[in-house]
């Protein structure tokens, strides 16, 4: 088995301010990144391109589909790259940034109009890049906290960080994207009175969000160089060997199988959020801005709280409770209607702050917890293959949410022209709701049920922290 060694011993495992900020800032940029394709991308092909709604949602998954086979090489490649290049998974974060940056300009500058061979043909091979950029950036950069720090409450410590940016990312790509999209349109509408927008503001849109990305994606990889790394000392173990180890770690299954019930859910919600607020409720793209402002500060005000309560009742409880949060915004929008007071998007935006915030910290916080359990019973680092499972499903999930929406709201009557009118707005209102509530509320209350056979505590970890250090002394007496 393999020999761990850090790159300096550390006295203790907990970290400094700069470093836990240095690498959160590096989930405003995915966050953008992911938020933007997942919000525009259906809408911005079906109303500027004149694509399909259903095309484009099948394109979006078919691109995450075929992007996720390479999250395990991507994790192996991370795991077996030497220290002296900055550590194994620094690399990688500097080359995701570049690449990151350059896919969404691609993404939201497509050169051809309608359903043909080149449209569909160009859409999909920018969607496999910008799958492509994310994967080299996100799965070391996942990856990183379970070499950073063996503290339990640590781990939640950074997650919140990672939280509290990940949120200003969404905010960016929610209300950053309609606002400058109200701005740029400038009172165009059509016959309807729905906001139009131009390809050239795409365009724009696109310039700022690749500045955004490609800057604090490089902060991440700057501001981590001193955080503590770990590497594999001896000859690596046979693959059949490391993958039935890999699925014995019954721990790891069970969080991945609440985060792909819970991601599901959320790009079923993005998907379908900027057709509800533009389309359905009649409202210009920039109050998405009333949804995404105060869900972001109440993320941020309730992530330390948040991890407050997990110190007292553990992380599972605090899942628990941030999912009702979670399923209480989704259902809220049901009774949503083109009348209802803009407040309204607040409060449900402050209610998905709290379900944010404890949702991604907590499932990202076991996740961690999960990999040192691998760790400790194998002797192998192999947070890279773990994170590249991650991702691999965080994808597959992920392609699932667009296309139902697509199929739904084609099946529905939205033409190209993104015009709804009298005689098929319920069908379309109801459409959205599949999207946006009923999925969402759905695969939210999923994962409370799978979290249910979820074991690995506080108590528990230090057991077979023990356990292994009883192993190792009784091997060095021998």
């Not at 690749?210 to 981590?224: F, P």
């Not at 890279?384 to 994808?395: H, L, Q, R, V």
């Amino acid at each position: 088995m393999s020999e761990t060694s850090t790159s300096e011993p550390a006295a203790t495992d907990k970290l400094s301010t700069g470093i836990k900020v240095s690498w959160g800032i590096g989930a405003l940029g995915t966050a953008v990144l992911m938020n933007s394709v997942s919000v525009l991308i259906v809408y911005y092909l079906a109303s500027v391109v004149g694509m399909e709604s259903w095309i484009a949602g099948l394109l979006l998954s078919l691109g995450r589909i075929l992007d996720a086979a390479t999250d395990p090489f991507m994790g192996y490649i991370s795991d077996k790259t030497p220290n002296k290049w900055g550590g194994r998974r620094r690399p990688y974060l500097l080359i995701g940034a570049f690449l990151s940056a350059l896919s969404i300009l691609l993404i939201f500058n497509v050169p051809f109009r309608g359903d043909g061979v080149e449209t569909i043909s160009y859409v999909l091979f920018t969607l496999i890049f910008f799958g492509l950029g994310y994967t080299i950036f996100n799965v070391p950069f996942i990856a990183m906290p379970a070499e950073m720090t063996s503290d339990y409450h640590e781990r939640s410590s950074i997650h919140s960080w990672r939280v509290i940016f990940a949120g200003m990312g969404m905010a960016i790509a929610f209300a950053g994207a309609g606002i400058i999209l109200d701005w740029l349109a400038d009172g165009r509408t059509n016959a309807n009175g729905v906001q139009m927008n131009t390809s050239g503001d795409y365009t724009i849109l696109s310039l700022i969000f690749g500045a955004l990305i490609l800057v604090s994606m490089l902060i991440a990889w700057n501001g981590t160089r001193k955080a503590k790394m770990t590497f594999n000392t001896s000859k690596p173990i046979p693959g059949g060997e490391q993958m039935k180890s890999f699925f014995s770690n019954k721990s790891f299954l069970t969080i991945i199988g609440v985060k792909a019930s819970q991601l599901i859910a959320v790009y079923a919600s993005q998907t379908a959020q900027f057709f509800m607020v533009v389309e359905v409720l009649k409202r210009s793209s920039d109050q998405m801005a009333l949804l995404s402002l105060p869900m972001v500060a109440v993320s941020i005000l309730s992530a330390p709280l948040l991890v407050r309560f997990s110190r007292k009742f553990g992380k599972r409880w605090g899942y628990i409770l941030s999912a009702m949060f979670t399923c209480a915004s989704y259902l809220s929008w049901i009774f949503s209607d083109p009348s209802e007071p803009g407040y309204m998007l607040a409060i449900r935006g402050m209610i998905l702050g709290v379900g944010f915030a404890g949702n991604v910290m907590f499932a990202m916080s076991m996740i961690t917890d999960a990999i040192e359990l691998d760790s400790i019973r194998t002797g192998m680092n192999r947070e890279g293959m773990y994170t590249a499972a991650f991702s691999f499903i965080e994808k597959s999930a992920g392609a699932m949410g667009p296309a139902l929406v697509g199929i739904a709201l084609s099946y529905a009557g939205f033409d190209k022209s993104a015009d709804v009118g009298v005689d098929n707005y319920e069908a379309v209102r109801q459409a959205t709701l599949f999207g946006v509530a009923y999925i969402p509320a759905f695969f939210a209350l999923v994962s409370v049920g799978i979290l249910s056979f979820y074991k690995l505590d506080e108590k528990a970890l230090a057991e077979a922290r023990a356990e292994k250090a009883l192993r190792d002394a009784a091997e060095a007496e021998a």
